[in-house]
């Protein structure tokens, strides 16, 4: 007999796809047990609908209900044991998953090698092992650091609710390995591998870490960092957090590639968000109200899903500013934003979108900056968490804290696709401070960041004001109402209860540059 999966009073051949009760076979036809094969093999975890029609049906289009009837008849065939039929348990609208009996893996002919590993299925949302760095100093010594930078990389992506992370003790067994990651992968059951090395050399440490997709061996994300080693330990830290900064934006990027190729009618409520994501990021009506439609259907699956309230929350915001002013957006987006902070207590993006709301167009800049300090205390990594608050400190006429927030946040992911806000944040607060030159510079990086942004020329208009540049300015302005027709500077001013003097200082330049008050 071939390879088996045994569990309760059950045996599963897979080679020859057939299940035994004790001797006896079960009438089970060949989807069905593939798709059993399949939840044996990752019993306990959740399997996607995705991942079982794949299995039963490679490289075809189907509908859900042909996965349903194959499910209902591998219950039937377990029900001949009692309480059998409930060891499948589905997942609504993302799957199903073993509950049953512990499964025991077996070849009657050949005994598997010691320290064999089985080769796991991918969870229902994005997985990432950090493997052991190598330590490049030749001192044995030195294998502390980078066991540390391994630990607290894996601690701070721990945090990130969205994101399946293996445990350490898991990983360990690839130190002092040459590895092939798209192997690693297998054996996790993880779409991502980190992996990376640790060179100490006098007073210096040169940390290099890489980010693959185990499906396809590409790169996602590669970075070095060269620094002193005076104190090793906050150089661990500081790395970590840099990481980690990096890494969750990179493979979000990674994951809406994903989602973008799958099939419309096979989308979750975590896949709807995935696909709204780019569009929640421009920042502008049109392409909100379409991440709204997806976003609509991501809440109707999954009422409580925080992280698509909080975009949710964000679109009625940008539908708010740019779209009239409506009260109507306005209430939307703080009720989304409600929502957010109820069901996201442990999301940090989805308390850092709620509070954003709640300070922006709820102008309770308190409660915003209680849920972005909750969300820095789940992950201190959120670059999303420093680009948004730096922004409402800009607002408040705080310039020196928005400076510093913006400097943080891009620090932490330097390519985020909110870059746009985190730059619009200190050409405000330079402007206000009267460093018109820096203001400039600043409002320049984000039309680069973002050029469809109608806010990022108004801070360009206002700085080009202010260096006697009237010919650009109005060029600037002409830009802003040919994104922003309604826009009106002392509405926009009100709508994000701007700070008086800063109000003063950037609506003089605007009216300036020849843009309505």
Sequence with gaps: MARTLAFGPFRLDAEAGILFRGSEPAALGRRAVALL???????????????????????????????????????????????????????????????????????????????????????????????????????????????????????????????????????????????????????????????????????????????????????????????????????QDEIAVS???????????????????????????????????????????????????????????????????????????????????????RAASIRHARSALIHGKDDAAALTLAGFSMGMDGHDRDAAFTALEAALAISESSALTYILGSVMFGWAGEAERAIAWSERGMRLSPFDPWAFAAFDAQAMSHLLRGRYGEACHAAHRSVQANPAHSITYVQLAAALVKLGRREEARRAAARVLELHPTFRYGRQFAGVNCAPELAEVLGGALRSAGLPE
């Excluded at 089985?118 to 044995?140: Q, T």
């Excluded at 040169?206 to 980010?211: H, K, L, N, P």
């Design 243 to 329: 990481a980690v900064g990096a890494i969750a934006p990179s493979v979000r990027r990674a994951e809406i590639d994903r989602v973008k190729r799958k099939r419309p009618d096979s989308l979750d409520a975590y896949d709807l968000v995935l696909r709204a994501q780019s569009d929640v990021d421009s920042g502008m009506p049109e392409q909100v109200t379409r991440a709204l439609t997806l976003l609509d259907r991501a809440i109707q699956l999954d009422p409580e899903y925080a992280l698509a309230h909080g975009n949710a929350a964000m679109c009625h915001h940008c539908l708010f500013l740019r779209s009239g002013l409506q009260e109507a957006n």
């Design 37 to 235: 094969t399949l939840l044996l093999g990752r019993e306990g975890c959740p399997i996607p609908k995705e991942a079982l029609i794949e299995a039963a049906w490679p490289a075809q289009a189907i509908e859900d209900s042909n996965l349903t009837v194959q499910i209902a008849a591998i219950r039937r065939a377990l029900e001949e044991h009692d309480g059998g039929g409930c060891w499948i348990e589905t997942l609504p609208r993302r799957g199903y998953r073993y509950v049953g009996p512990a499964v025991t893996i077996y070849d009657p002919d050949v005994a598997p090698p010691r320290g064999s590993i089985r080769h796991l299925a991918l969870p229902d949302r994005p997985s990432i092992a950090v493997l052991p760095f190598v330590n490049m100093s030749g001192d044995p010594e030195q294998d502390y650091v980078a066991d540390g930078m391994v630990s607290d990389i894996i601690t701070g992506l721990a945090r990130i609710k969205w994101l399946f992370v293996i445990a350490q003790n898991s990983t360990a067994i690839y130190k002092a390995r040459a590895v092939d990651v798209k192997q690693v992968g297998r054996e996790l059951g993880v779409r991502y591998v980190l992996e990376g090395s640790v060179r100490k050399a006098g007073g210096s440490l040169r940390i290099s870490a890489r980010m693959i997709d185990a499906s396809t061996g590409t790169h996602v994300w590669v970075e070095r960092y060269d620094r002193s080693s005076d104190d090793v330990f906050a150089l």
